[in-house]
């Protein structure tokens, strides 16, 4: 079975507003670190020099937040309470909700702004397809080829109150993108709300899971590999940090033969 990858990386070089920091432990540092460590824990004394090369193994130390790379939001990211009860944390999540059948919506002519329901009704008609409960939707906008730089933090377009609740009204439950947000960028969310003092402009693909219990994929990659809209199934399950609003994922694209 052919398997797509559809994550992008997490990689301290790119440019985040969260910088990422990531401290490498060479092999020859990590002898000297578990002999330390085993003296300080267990009392045992262990020259790394008895070890070929002197050397164990390596070890990769990050800081980052949950929402660096492709990962999954978790209901009690989008607030403290929800009308459905407590919002579950990504640790409580139901794993049958991330290996579904999937089709990808191609949005990139959107530019960047708002996607509202009749362009996600208008790219559902165009390939024939109507999403099935459970289905995971993905959203293609084309924002991932600015991966790594600060265009990708504000040159993309993201899903509008109506056309979330579209989705979800169809029985989906895990809605995907390619971009930082599933909601639009902050500058023009911000911008509309000013000009209008319209709330309902500010953040209404993540408010609406206050409403309705859902999750979102964001920071999907590698759209252009998938070989149509749907066919394929995509298992994107989040790694399990207790008590987290969200959790990273390798997501994947698993193609019907």
Known sequence: MPVIDLSSPVDASGWEPDP???????PAEGARHMAEEMKVHFGLDFDPADLPGGEL????????????GTHVDAPSHYGSRGEYGVPRTIDRMPLDWFL??????????AGAGVIGRERIEKALADIGYTPRPLDIVILHTGASRHAGTPRYFTDFAGLD?????????????????DAWSLDAPFTDM???????????????????GRRREYCQIERL????????????????????????????????????E
């Open 57 to 68: 193994l390596s070890l990769d130390t990050l800081t980052l937040t949950s929402h660096t």
């Open 221 to 256: 990659a590698n759209l252009d590999a998938l070989p149509g809209p749907y066919g394929f199934r995509v298992a994107c399950f989040p790694v399990k940090i207790t008590g987290a609003g969200a959790g990273w994922t390798r997501a994947v694209a698993l193609v019907d």
């Open 190 to 208: 911000i911008r509309r709300y000013q000009e209008t003092g319209d709330r309902s402009v500010l953040w209404p693909a993540h408010f609406a």
């Open 20 to 26: 990422v920091v990531h401290e490498i432990m060479t």
């Open 161 to 177: 109150g109506p056309a979330t609740d579209h989705l979800l009204d169809l029985g989906v439950r895990v809605i995907g993108t």
């Open 100 to 109: 579904r059948p999937a089709v990808v919506l191609d949005v990139r002519d």
